[in-house]
Structures are given as C-alpha cells and as structure tokens.
C-alpha cells in the first residue's frame, strides 16, 4: 500500500464542516490502496467545537498533530496587534504554522516513505506547504481547494495584498501535479486565472457518507412542521452589512459577499409574517437550528416574538446532526450572495447530505452551482434569498398540504 501524506490543518476532533472532506478521504483511501499518514494542527477549543465521534470512524489511521501559531495568535489578540500582524502574514494567519509543520512532515517522511502529497486549502498556507514539501520530498503533490484563493470574492487588505496573493497561487497551481476543486464554476474561474492549468484540473465534489444513515430511522413528529437547518449561520448586522457592501462596491466594484443571505434574517421574516396571517399554526411550525446561531440572529428571534417556534440545538456530533435532518419536513438551505458576480460557486457538503435524506429542500440561494443541482435533482425548490414573500408563501403551502 502506498503512503499518502495528507495535510489537513483542521481535521477531527475539530468539528464542523470544514473537516468532513478530509476526514472522509482519510476514512476510504485505503481501498483505494493509499494509507493517509495526517499531518494537522492542534483542536483550538475555544475557536471550534469538538466532535470526538468522527475520530471513531478513523481507527487506525496515522494522526500526527503539530502545534504551531496558536499560543503567540492569542498574545497578539490580547494586545491588540493581530490586525497589524495581518498585514504581514500572506496569505494568512497560519503562515506562522509552516515552520513547525514542515519539520513534522520530514519526521514523517523519515519514517514512512512517502509517495504522494495531498493539501487542503483553506487555511491557505497549506498550499505554500505542499509546494514546499513537494520540492523536499520530490513527489507527486494534489492541491485540494474547498474554497477559491484568489479567484472567488474578497476584499483586499490592500492592492499589493492581491498581487502577492495571485503570485502565490500561480507558483502553486503551477508546481502541483494536479488540482482537485469542489464546484465545476470554481473550475472555470480557476482555469481563466491560469490557463496554463486547463489539463489538471479536476472536480470532486463534496459529498456524502452512506455509513452515516445507516439504520437511522425517521421519527418525524405529527403534530409539528418541523423545517431544520445544520451549520454555521452569519450574524445579521443590518446597517454594518449594507455599510460595508455599500463601502466595498464602491472602492472594489464587484466580487463582495453578501453575508446577509447567510443568516436566518430571511426566513424568519417569512415565518413572522405567516403567523401574523395564521396564528392558528402558531403551535404547528418548529425552525430547528443545529450549529452556530450567533448572537444578534438570537436578538432577532425574541425581537420578532418568535422563542416558541424556533428550536436552537447548538452544536450536535455528526451523527445527531443527521438523525435531525431525517427527523424533518423541510430542510432549509441558506449561502451568501455575491455583488456584482455572475454565479455563487460554493456546493457545500450539506446540499448531499440533505439530498439523501430524501426530505424536500426550500433553498433561498442565488444563481448558481447549488441552485443547479436541486433544480436538476428536482429535491425542493428554490427562491431568491432576499425574498421573503415567496419563502412565506411556499411554507404556507407546505403546511396545508
């Protein structure tokens, strides 16, 4: 079998769904004759939740942790100097992870020979790491984006910020062998940065583990119209998110996310309205709502007089995380809008497993890769994510069927 060095700066026990992909590769490449040897950082506690079941399914595999950064990041915070450290950590904070890191990955190496390199990116330092060992190891290296570097949205520290940024990138789209992405829009963008990269770049979406619905059973209620959501929400800010759209797409033109959309501000809107109209069904509807809530979103809810229908879960282990969207109605599907952008690009790893349920999806996204999928699925429908009447009216019908 044939060592694979697998570098994940998150990965389990750190939760969340920016560890899955990872974890999931490390769980399955050994039938495909690759036994990941997991080069990742420390579990930060305070940041992220901690999800101990997903290093169940991992017996076995070779976990290396490296601290780095983590202890000097918090000084910097706690006096103040973490924005001012920014600006020189390109193309980011986990820059000061790659000392300690490469020097755990040659102790690797050492002791396994290693015959390929794969990273995951973000953070995206990890893509400078790979490069690096790739240099030091001479192997095969795959780059994995689960999210656009350059080439989605962002605001810029400042415009040497970008330059500096895109000449990373192009060293490391470069070097690698090939290039793994999760969306076919990323693809595209990817490829009209650097065409230079047309022939190895590749799409693996994200996607689902079958082992995780095994023998679960659905235990829906009858008396309540449950619509679930799973993951992280954006805190609703109203007059600071229109501000700084307004601010960005004056100084940067387009590419600014919209992070509005990827609140809970919508829907709840709908889900007031429809009350006010039926309040008979005041004891029918639950907004079940598992991972980060944030605390304005929480605001918003006892301002909008709605505590007895919605349902905060916090964060829940993987498994019950599932076993909640099998216990729904409807699952609701959220993402942030771009300004003055063609097509959203993201097709988070949710979008499967809320397709395996087999339970109807109300997706309030903007064009592109996820809208695409449910439309082509026929999963659910879709709804502009600023248009609270339509999500009102749907879920109105929704409950009277």
């Known amino acids: 079998m044939k060592n694979l060095l697998l570098v994940a700066y998150r990965f389990p026990p750190a939760g969340g769904p920016a560890v899955q992909r990872a974890a999931k590769f490390a769980r399955y490449l050994p039938e495909f004759g690759y036994r990941p040897l997991v080069l ?40 103040g100097l973490a924005a001012l450290a920014k600006l020189f950590l390109v193309p980011d904070k986990e820059k000061l992870w790659l000392p300690a890191a490469t020097r755990a990955a040659l102790e690797i190496a050492k002791r396994h020979p290693i015959d390929a390199i794969f990273t995951t990116v973000a953070p995206r330092s990890c ?58 829009t990323m693809k595209d963008l990817l490829i009209e940065a650097f065409p230079e990269a047309k022939g190895k770049v590749h799409v ?29 929400l954006a805190d609703y800010h109203p007059f600071w998110d229109r501000l700084r759209t307004a601010v960005a797409k004056r100084l940067f033109g387009s590419g600014i996310r919209d992070w509005s959309t990827h609140s809970p501000h ?21 907004l079940a709502f598992a991972g980060k809530f944030g605390k304005t979103n929480a605001r ?53 497993e809320y397709l395996t349920t087999g339970r109807p999806i109300l997706a309030a996204v903007p064009e592109g890769d996820a809208r695409e999928m449910i439309g082509r699925a026929r999963a659910g429908w879709c709804v502009d994510p600023y248009d609270v009447q339509a999500m009102k009216t749907l879920l109105a019908d929704l409950i009277r069927r």
């Open 40 to 79: 990742a950082g420390v579990p930060d506690s305070r940041k992220y939740s901690l999800d101990t079941t997903l290093l169940a399914e991992l017996t076995g595999t070779t976990i290396v942790r490296c601290p780095g950064h983590e202890r000097f990041w918090r000084l910097l915070r706690s006096t």
């Open 127 to 184: 893509a400078i790491l790979g490069r690096r060992l790739k240099k030091l190891l001479g192997v095969p290296w795959v780059l994995d984006y689960r999210d656009p570097w350059t080439t989605g949205a962002r605001i810029w520290t400042t415009p040497m910020h970008r330059t500096l940024e895109i000449r990373q990138e192009r060293q490391a789209v470069e070097d690698a062998d090939a290039v793994v992405v999760v969306t076919p």
């Open 204 to 232: 693996i979406c994200n996607g689902f583990d079958a082992a995780d619905f095994s023998g679960l059973v659905s235990i829906s209620s009858a008396d309540k119209f449950r619509i679930a959501y799973t993951g992280g």
């Open 266 to 286: 919508y829907l709840l809107h709908a889900v007031r309205s429809l009350l006010d109209e039926h309040p008979e069904w005041n004891e029918r509807i639950e």
């Open 300 to 352: 918003e809810v006892r301002r909008l007089g709605l505590e007895h229908v919605v349902s905060l879960k916090g964060y829940l282990p993987h498994s019950q995380s599932v076993q909640l969207l099998m216990d729904s109605d409807v699952l609701f599907l959220t993402l942030f809008s771009l300004v003055n952008w063609p097509r959203n690009y993201v097709l988070t790893g949710k979008i499967f």
